[in-house]
């Protein structure tokens, strides 16, 4: 019932920047919680940054200072700045997201985008 998109990924050059963006699309009554994760080859999938409803923010260690989460809950989209990047930032990034649809029936669930490509050369 909602599907998760994401874009803004490509080839930087390390110490450049990117700005992600997430778009919710669907039959969407509200969305809770939303997320970045991202996961690199032969590695897991590890959380970057989380944002509530309310505005509340996380962020991982490896990226806090150089990277500002954000969301515009009236058009259910959410986007990640990230600074200074670094060859180690590269990685698929996806898109997480809590959301409530009501039709056809009440549904809480979480989903995940297809993911968008970060690759930082040195």
């Known amino acids: 019932q909602v599907q998760l998109v994401e874009s803004g990924g490509g080839l930087v050059q390390a110490g450049g920047s990117l700005r992600l963006s997430c778009a919710a699309r669907?039959?969407?009554?509200?969305?809770?919680?939303m997320a970045w994760y991202r996961q690199a080859p032969g590695k897991q999938r590890e959380l970057v940054a989380a944002?509530?409803?309310?505005?509340?923010?996380n962020y991982a260690d490896s990226v806090k200072g150089r990277c500002t989460i954000s969301r515009d809950n009236a058009r259910n989209t959410m986007s990640l700045q990230i600074h200074s990047l670094k060859p180690e930032d590269t990685a698929v990034y996806y898109c997480?997201?809590?959301?409530?649809?009501?039709?056809?029936?009440?549904?809480?669930?979480?989903?995940w985008g297809q993911g968008t490509q970060v690759t930082v050369s040195s």
């Open positions: 944002i509530s409803s309310g505005g509340s923010t």
């Open positions: 997480h997201a809590y959301a409530v649809t009501r039709v056809p029936e009440v549904r809480h669930a979480y989903y």
């Open positions: 669907g039959n969407i009554f509200e969305i809770d919680d």
